[in-house]
């Protein structure tokens, strides 16, 4: 399989590692038995095609309702928190918010963090950043666990650690914790356990993200599975939530049909073990709970999609993933491959606008626009329409405003000029016949190497006698054999 | 400028000449697909949360102190985390002391700052009160207090929680209009479903990830 693919210099580029990530068969495995389990899971959640369709109308509604009063809904919730007794802190870039983060910790001289899973603090490359400033900062649900102790990027959103089986999750707490081998789950998830709990004990602060936030009532709703959310958001005396801004909503109620979506549609399941609904620090009478909460909104390009109607879109998103489960492409390639903190089809769409066109030149090309995300997206965010405006967007020339930070990166000017000489061949018809005259008699000059199309496929030669042609001659020997009848 | 005052300027020049959406939320989507007949409900919730693992037992409300010993006795556990300013963390204290049971009873009665240890590491098992139950999703409500602090639900391997049969409503929507959360939310409210889990090495569902391995509801019929 893997010699029928052209060998190419690994280079730092999505062309590169998908070629690595292709010919690697346990990989491709590891993959492709997660994401048609997950495909099943979500379509056993959704039994009921009218209910799914409903559901997932009411869910684009209230995402694009939030955003048509975005700025409005930032400043309610920020009022709402505040009076709650949570800090919000404003963050234009992920330095800024790095920067907020570190500071808080600073001041109270701490020096270990627990994270429960959050995207925006890989955004932020939050445990980079402060383990340069010796601040030890752990991630504490499994996947991202598994993943921080080898090194390693998640490789899904919502299940970080995929692209890994047991033997080699077992192999890496042999060599990192020193603990014995074992073939069994469920000794590796307590392993995990008794590990991460001395450090919940330990924490100084939990870092967390936010699912929902409601600016009704000033509440930061979070999902998990394993508690860990849970613990990083009770034990340690701080809690810093770091978030999104498009991640607010109006009101309490809107919450019901957007969980219920995202859990169906991320795992199949009808909730997730926890929902995690925190409306402020710990009260002067109660014995638990930090006792400082504070929630860092960040932009980092969001306005910028924002800005747009059209790319306004790509805020709806709830992080579900269902998106790159159904992804042929993310399916083949995972989600390294895309080399960013975002990947498949989400990934795609909404990396641009966070690091620039030019960074990511080929991730809205990465898809054969089948059109599975799209179909399945609970919020109904037009995926295929967006990669291809975003495709337009890179190829405009530097003539022309860009829309998308790094836009026209892909602009050449011999496409331009080949694709105007396609349409005039094509719009004027004395033009176009002597072009198909010459094709037709000359098409055995056609050059062998047509640059990356003859990479896998021969080089086409045209037909001797066009279909046009065929079909005139054909009509006419029908017409000469009527008039005999 | 600050980042503030940026970021909702640059998002006021995008939503420049628009208006806001009209709120066209279509309650019977969250509310119609999830309803049940009320001798339904309480089984739909069972199988539910018997399905990620959870054992549930109805009892008449009289008798669930002699379930949670016996409970613990199967088990051979030492001790139990409750909540002494609760009714329930009264009614079992009675019960204990009638009892003359030997597990140990631990009132969660001071700050967590105070006996950090020992909650993580050395108990066993605590008992809960619920605000109900969601039947839908198969969902407990918990409502934590001063008087029933929120790592009771997390931090012990067994976490026993009490659900009055009468508070099971149908779905989540319905649940949010009765008890009126938007008017005011505790600092933590938590739907829990489940003993924790985690499916994060092979899509394997594993138990007692982080929270308790074991979760058990006892649903209490009025007399």
Redesign the interface.
């Known amino acids: 399989m893997s010699q029928r693919i052209p060998v190419k210099e690994l280079t730092d580029s999505f062309r590169g590692r998908a070629v690595g990530a292709l010919a690697d068969a346990q990989l491709r495995t590891n993959f492709r038995v ?1 994401m048609d ?2 495909m099943k899971k979500r379509a056993d959640a959704f039994p ?1 095609e009218e ?1 799914r369709e ?2 997932r ?2 869910g684009n ?2 995402k ?2 939030a955003l ?5 809904l ?2 309610q919730l920020e009022a709402k928190l505040t009076e709650n007794g949570v800090h919000v802190h ?3 870039t992920t330095e ?1 918010a790095n920067r907020i983060v570190h500071t808080i910790i600073e001041s109270k001289q701490g020096s270990q963090v627990v994270k429960g899973k959050s995207m925006v603090s890989e955004e932020m490359e939050m445990n980079d950043y402060l383990a340069e400033r010796d601040i030890e900062c752990l991630e ?4 991202e666990y ?1 993943v921080q102790l080898d090194g390693e990027k998640p490789s899904h959103i919502i ?4 692209h ?3 033997r080699q ?1 077992s192999k890496l707490f042999h060599n990192k914790l020193g603990v014995d081998e074992t073939d069994d ?2 000794e ?3 392993i ?2 008794r590990t ?2 001395k450090k ?2 330990e924490a100084d602060v939990g870092v967390s993200g936010v699912n929902f936030a409601i600016a ?2 000033g ?1 930061l709703l979070l999902v998990e ?4 959310g ?2 990083s ?3 340690p005396p701080v809690h810093v939530a770091v978030t999104g ?1 498009e991640k607010v909503v ?5 919450v ?2 957007l ?2 979506l995202l859990t169906r549609s991320a ?1 199949g399941q ?14 002067a ?5 930090p006792e400082e909460v504070h929630l860092v ?1 960040l ?1 980092n390009g969001r ?2 999609a ?4 059209q790319l ?1 879109q790509t805020l709806n998103c709830i992080r579900c993933g269902a998106c790159m489960n159904h992804c042929p492409v993310y399916t083949r390639v995972g989600g390294h491959t895309y080399g960013e903190v975002y990947p498949g089809p989400i990934g795609k769409i909404v990396t641009p606008h966070m690091v620039g066109l030019d960074h990511v030149p080929d991730h809205p090309s990465a898809s054969s626009l089948c059109g599975a995300c799209g179909e399945v997206c609970p919020v109904k965010i037009p995926i295929p329409e967006l990669l291809q405006r975003l495709r337009q967007e890179n190829v405009k020339s530097p003539d022309e405003p860009a829309v998308v930070q790094g836009g026209g990166s892909k602009y050449s000017w011999k496409e331009r000029a080949l694709w105007r000489m396609w349409m005039a061949l094509n719009t004027r018809p004395t033009l176009y016949k002597c072009f198909l005259w010459a094709a037709t008699r000359l098409g055995k000059l056609t050059p062998k190497n047509l640059g990356p199309w003859t990479e896998n496929h021969t080089a086409p030669v045209p037909a001797r006698r066009s279909l046009h042609d065929l079909a005139k001659a054909h009509l006419n020997a029908e017409k000469t054999s009527g008039d005999r009848s | 400028m600050s980042a503030r005052d940026n970021i909702l300027k640059k998002l006021r020049a995008g939503l420049e000449g628009s208006t806001p959406r009209p709120d066209q939320f279509d309650e019977t989507l969250v509310t119609e697909p999830w309803q049940y007949a009320p001798e339904d409900r309480i089984q739909r919730l069972r199988s539910l949360m018997e399905t990620v693992h959870t054992e549930v037992y109805t009892l008449a409300a009289a008798n669930w102190p002699a379930k949670v010993q016996e409970l613990l006795e199967n088990r051979r556990l030492a001790n139990l985390l409750y909540a002494p300013g609760t009714g329930h963390g009264q009614q079992l204290a009675e019960f204990w002391a009638e009892a003359a049971a030997e597990q140990n009873l631990l009132a969660y009665d001071r700050p967590i700052e105070e006996w950090k240890e020992e909650l993580f590491w050395q108990v066993d098992a605590s008992i809960t009160g619920t605000a109900g139950a969601i039947a839908a999703t198969g969902s407990l409500v918990l409502w934590p207090d001063r008087h029933e602090p929120r790592l009771m639900s997390l931090l012990p391997p067994l976490h026993i929680a009490l659900l009055k049969a009468s508070e099971v409503e149908d779905n989540l929507y319905v649940m949010m209009e009765k008890q009126n959360w938007p008017a005011g939310l505790p600092t933590n409210l938590l739907l829990v479903s489940g003993p924790s889990k985690t499916a994060d090495i092979e899509q394997v569902l594993a138990y007692g990830a982080h929270g308790p391995k074991e979760l058990v509801v006892l649903i209490l019929e009025d007399a």
């Open positions: 997660a389990s997950l009921d209910e409903g559901l109308e009411l509604h209230i694009a309702r048509s009063r975005l700025p409005d930032l400043e404003w963050a234009e800024e504490s649900d499994m996947g598994i299940m970080p650690a995929i890994k089986n047991r999750v789950v469920n590796l998830i307590q995990g356990r991460l709990r919940f004990l009704e009532t509440t599975n394993e508690g860990n849970r613990m958001t009770t034990v801004i109006a009101n309490l109620r809107d019901a049909p969980l219920s795992l009808p909730i997730t073990t926890y929902v995690n609904m925190i409306s402020g620090p710990r009260k009478d109660e014995l638990d709970g909104l932009d306005s910028g924002f800005a747009d109607a306004r």
